[in-house]
């Protein structure tokens, strides 16, 4: 009987420590998987918001990717009320004879650098560039209601600036034409599995 008290008042201490362990090993894997999940939501919500800048171009406002990024949000086909701007610098082809590559691509980085923070401001997205211009559209794929409006104040704060940075001497005397035009089109996603882009069409 005292040997069996004595293994007893060993085993104990053994056992106890054995408990520890398998009850740390358990915390350690519940927040190992916690862990994993958390990893995983991030990853899984980065590559959703790759994928709404892929579909939407990389100059679309911070504000338009984070509702794109909600729930509920889906670039789907739909014909929508839009304004549609074209705008395109005058005389370009003349400007860019005497320039080289290296300089044309310069004034145009500088000129559309701030015309696209106008646009952005106003809620309006940047759908494609046109050469020595770009299409931007108010209204799609997400809309304020004053879609006209924005595209108006939008040009009017582009042509302001372009004439404060001539003025300033930032920029070589330069003329843009700037068109809107507002009705129904049909807007969302063409393409092929691989790239596609967000347009409208109407």
Request: charged share 20%; with cysteine; net charge positive.
């Amino acid at each position: 009987r005292s040997h069996r008290s004595a293994a007893r008042a060993v085993g104990a201490p053994h056992g106890g420590r054995a408990l520890i362990l398998a009850g740390t090993g358990l915390i350690a894997g519940l927040i190992g998987r916690r862990i994993r999940r958390q990893v995983t939501r991030m990853f899984e919500t980065q590559h959703e918001r790759q994928k709404v800048l892929d579909v939407f171009g990389r100059h679309v406002s911070p504000e338009v990717v984070n509702k794109l990024l909600e729930p509920s949000a889906e670039p789907s086909s739909e014909t929508r009320h839009v304004c549609v701007m074209f705008l395109d610098i005058r005389n370009f082809t003349t400007y860019s004879e005497n320039k080289s590559p290296a300089d044309v691509v310069s004034f145009l980085n500088q000129l559309f650098g701030f015309m696209i923070e106008e646009v952005n401001r106003h809620h309006g997205i940047v759908n494609k560039f046109l050469g020595d211009g770009f299409m931007a559209v108010f209204g799609a794929p997400l809309t304020d209601g004053r879609d006209c409006r924005n595209a108006v104040d939008a040009s009017r704060a582009i042509l302001a600036r372009l004439e404060a940075m001539i003025a300033e001497g930032a920029l070589p005397p330069t003329r843009v034409g700037i068109g809107l035009h507002a009705g129904d089109a049909l807007t969302g996603t063409v393409g092929s599995a691989t790239r596609k882009e967000y347009t409208v069409i109407g």
